[in-house]
Each structure stands twice: as structure tokens, then as C-alpha cells.
């Protein structure tokens, strides 16, 4: 394994991190606080800000767009391993992943339609998500039952005809709430006598379409995510043409994999910049803070935790490039052990690091002046999201057990 960054990962890197430094982190704050706003109203009145869409638009001239799509045409052409450092750079800030056109879920949903989309729904969909035009949401986790066995989701999907028909209840569906969302991926059991990992089906759902139905968005430590959103919907006889679903019927499963691979991964890139970010401030608070006549970094063991999490952090990026090499080399399906193995290590290295950093920062450590107490949250919803630490551990021993099946054989 070589994980150097290759002359085109480093050159990307540089403009992507002199693009953020000059003209990212400058209206940072100011973008927060536009998104502050928007958490004093109602959802249905939130407003994008216009310093990101004018970031956006810089960015895409600047040819740093689509960085995560290994496409020459469509994206930059990197490869999961060159991605790895921008995606890590754009975690360090709360607002750059979108500005790139990188954010969830709107990577994932865009590859599901690249890899599996008809010519039609890519035409449709995936033209305008690329352009950033629009936005889009993953209808997955449903309220009645535990999806973190997903083969659980009862929302269904019936045939009627040429339609499709659609009901159901999913919540916890990220961007629900953004003025831009238009179209959102539908997950539902659709043949309920095939084998359990080939009854569902993904269907793309117009938000406009007749039975789409917000209930609420839902508050994430107390905040409403504006002016993105994790929503709750209703799905009430929601009548579909056939060229709405994506591949073919008892296709979910299979969707997924080639979804949910890529998308854990690049979670944990931008956990890790967010987890540098966090290491930083704490240096720097703890360097010029005073107390007791000393540094804050010379009190109670601080050194020390500045250690474990410098550890910490690098263990985690090792693995995660790892788990990036894999998927350029083997595929997705020959990475399963290493993209569980990050899902459960990097969130949980995050949460640690960024608790380091508000300790050190008192009370300031737990306002929005900081990102930090937003990097706590984020990390929180990341050791549930996209399947829970329990499910990521169950992934990584059936698949170690699997190795010594046959030497178990030949010692009876």
C-alpha cells in the first residue's frame, strides 16, 4: 500500500486549501450566523445565504467542483485516496463541503444516479445536482421501526400498472428542509416474498409530487440544522411513473452497498479534518490561556490529552486511507471490513478529540462562537448515521469469523 499523495491529489490540495484560507474562512462566520437566523424561523421560511451561493459559483471556476465524482467529464477524475485530503480540508470548516458541491447527502444520492441511474433520470436529476442547480434528500430510517436493520423499513412500494405507489413514514432525512430540495431517493419494500436483502427498491420522488407530505424538521442537541434539515415526511399514496425507479425492483440492497461505501467513507475524511480543527483550537487555547499562574496546556494532564488525540487522529487517517486504497483497488464489496472498521474508529475519535477541546475551552467550548460544540453533534449523529457502531462491529467480525470457516472444517 502507498498512501502518498499522488502530484494531482497535492495540487488540488494547495488551491482547495489557499481557495478556503482566502475566501472561505473570511464569511465563515458570517454564513453561520445567516444559518443562526434561519433556526428563528419557521422551516418553511429558510433562506439560503447568499455568500454561499456566490462561493460556489467561485469555486466552480476555480475547477474545484465535484471533487469526490472519480469522473474526468462529470468530476475532477480522483480517485478515492487523491479525494481523501480535500475532503479532509473541507471538514476543518462547517460551511466549505457545500460550497464544493461535496456534501451530504447529495454525493451519495449523485452517485447512486451515476452508477445507476437510467439515461433519463440522469438527465434529469443528476445534470442539476452536478450543477448544483438543486438538492436532494435519502428517504431511509423510518420512526416505527429499529433501521438500524434496515431490512426492517416497512414503507412500501406497490405496482399499479405503469405507476408506482408509495407509503410510508421516514424521518431523520438530511436536507429535507433546504429551499433547493427537489427530489429525494426513496427506499421500500417493495417484494416482500423475495430472499430479505432483495425486497426493497429505490424510486427517485419528486418533492412536488401529490402525497409528499413535511410533517416537521427535527432538532439535532437542540438545533434544527437550518437551513438544511433532517425532516420527517409522510409518503401517502404517492402515485410514481415506472421510470422513476432506479435499476429495478428488489434492487435497494445492492443500491445501497454502492451508496452507502463511499458515503461512510467520505464521512469519516471530513471527521478528520473536523478532529484536526478541534486539536488546533485546543493548542491554541490551552497556549494562551492562563490559569493559576500557568498555561492551561501545564495544567491537569493537558499535555497528555494533546498526545492521545495527536495519536489518535493519525491512527484514524491511516485506517481511513487504507479503507480509500481498498475501494480504488478492490471495489467497495472487497472493502466492507475496512469501511465498517472506520465507521465505528473515526466518530468515536472525533467525539473524544472534540470533548478534549471544549474542556480546554470552558465555557466558550459549548457556544456557537466555536464550531465546536457543532463538531459534537456531528459526531454524535455520525456513530448512528449511515448504521450504528454496533452494526459496523457486527460487519467486521462476521466477516473475520468467515476466514477460519474452512480451517474449522479440515481440524473436524
Known amino acids: 500500500m502507498n498512501f502518498q499523495h499522488s502530484n494531482k491529489s497535492q495540487d488540488y490540495l494547495a488551491r482547495l486549501d489557499q481557495f478556503i484560507t482566502s475566501q472561505v474562512e473570511p464569511l465563515e462566520q458570517n454564513i453561520l450566523q445567516h444559518h443562526s437566523h434561519n433556526e428563528r424561523l419557521d422551516w418553511r421560511e429558510w433562506q439560503i445565504c447568499p455568500h454561499t451561493e456566490q462561493l460556489k459559483q467561485q469555486a466552480r471556476q476555480a475547477g474545484l467542483w465535484n471533487l469526490f465524482l472519480p469522473d474526468n467529464k462529470l468530476g475532477q477524475g480522483l480517485s478515492c485516496l487523491e479525494y481523501a485530503p480535500l475532503a479532509e480540508r473541507m471538514g476543518q470548516s462547517l460551511v466549505a463541503p457545500e460550497i464544493f458541491n461535496c456534501n451530504a447527502p447529495d454525493t451519495g444520492n449523485m452517485e447512486v444516479l451515476y452508477h445507476f441511474g437510467s439515461e433519463q433520470q440522469k438527465q434529469q ?8 442547480d438543486i438538492r436532494s434528500v435519502f428517504f431511509m430510517t423510518e420512526p416505527q421501526v429499529a433501521s438500524s436493520d434496515a431490512t426492517n423499513m416497512q414503507a412500501t412500494i406497490s405496482e399499479d400498472g405503469d405507476e408506482l405507489v408509495l407509503n410510508g413514514r421516514k424521518w431523520w432525512s438530511t436536507g429535507l428542509g433546504h429551499p433547493n430540495a427537489k427530489v429525494g431517493i426513496f427506499m421500500g419494500l417493495s417484494n416482500p416474498d423475495n430472499e430479505r436483502h432483495s425486497q426493497h427498491s429505490m424510486v427517485l420522488v419528486p418533492l412536488d409530487s401529490a402525497g409528499v407530505k413535511i410533517k416537521r424538521m427535527l432538532t439535532a442537541y437542540g438545533e434544527y440544522d437550518a437551513p438544511y434539515g433532517h425532516g420527517e415526511v409522510e409518503f401517502d399514496h404517492v402515485r410514481l411513473s415506472k421510470s422513476n425507479l432506479i435499476m429495478g425492483l428488489g ?20 471527521a478528520i479534518g473536523a478532529a484536526e480543527k478541534s486539536l488546533q483550537l485546543a493548542i491554541q487555547r490551552g497556549s494562551q490561556r492562563i490559569a493559576f499562574g500557568k498555561p492551561l496546556l501545564q495544567l491537569g494532564g493537558n499535555l497528555e490529552r494533546i498526545a492521545d488525540a495527536r495519536i489518535a487522529i493519525d491512527q484514524a487517517r491511516l485506517l481511513t486511507l487504507s479503507a480509500a486504497w481498498k475501494i480504488d483497488h478492490a471495489g467497495v464489496k472487497n472493502a466492507m471490513t475496512e469501511i465498517s472498521a472506520i465507521k465505528v474508529v473515526v466518530p468515536n475519535m472525533l467525539e473524544k478529540v472534540v470533548d478534549m477541546a471544549i474542556q480546554i475551552h470552558g465555557g466558550a467550548g459549548m457556544c456557537n462562537d466555536l464550531p465546536l460544540s457543532r463538531f459534537m453533534a456531528m459526531a454524535r449523529a455520525l456513530r448512528l448515521a449511515d448504521g450504528p457502531d454496533e452494526v459496523h462491529k457486527a460487519m467486521v467480525s462476521r466477516l473475520e469469523l468467515a476466514k477460519y470457516k474452512g480451517n474449522d472444517k479440515e481440524r473436524r
Do not use: S, V
Open 125 to 132: 436529476w443528476l445534470t442539476p445536482l452536478l450543477a448544483g
Open 251 to 270: 434492487k435497494g440492497f445492492a443500491i445501497a452497498q454502492g451508496r452507502l461505501g463511499p458515503g461512510r467513507i467520505h464521512h469519516c475524511m471530513r
